[in-house]
Nanobody, 122 residues
Framework: VQLQASGGGLVQPGGSLRLSCAAS????????IGWFRQAPGKEREGVAC????????YYADSVKGRFTISRDNAKNTMYLQMNNLKPEDTAVYYC????????????????WGQGTQVTVSS
């Protein structure tokens, strides 16, 4: 059972990135999924999440209108499209399956895989 996040990098403010997270060993469509991030000196936070039936979608207030979570069940992969990036989006981004998702929160208490670094800087 493994999730592998990728797609991070250095981008200028206002730019875009798309993060990918490929799942292996299980079917991603069966789980609530989420993207989380941790900036230096800050706690990890939920950024964008889908419930397992995609009934609920959660976005942190700081990313609403700029980030979009999606999944491709055929590829067993989830994505995070990030537009209009800001320096405060700089963080290590992690993907997770089996999150607890409601429209007002997204939580995950399992183990974390290797994240991908996103740096927004001019």
């Amino acid at each position: 059972v493994q999730l592998q996040a990728s797609g991070g990098g250095l981008v200028q403010p206002g730019g875009s990135l798309r993060l990918s997270c490929a799942a292996s060993g299980f079917t991603l469509a069966d789980y609530a999924i989420g993207w989380f991030r941790q900036a230096p000196g800050k706690e990890r936070e939920g950024v964008a999440c889908f419930s397992d039936s995609d009934t609920f979608t959660y976005y942190a207030d700081s990313v609403k209108g700029r980030f979009t979570i999606s999944r491709d069940n055929a590829k067993n992969t989830m994505y995070l499209q990030m537009n209009n990036l800001k320096p405060e989006d700089t963080a290590v981004y992690y993907c997770a399956a089996d999150a607890t998702v409601f429209s007002t929160y997204c939580l995950y208490s399992g183990s974390w895989g290797q994240g991908t670094q996103v740096t927004v800087s001019s």
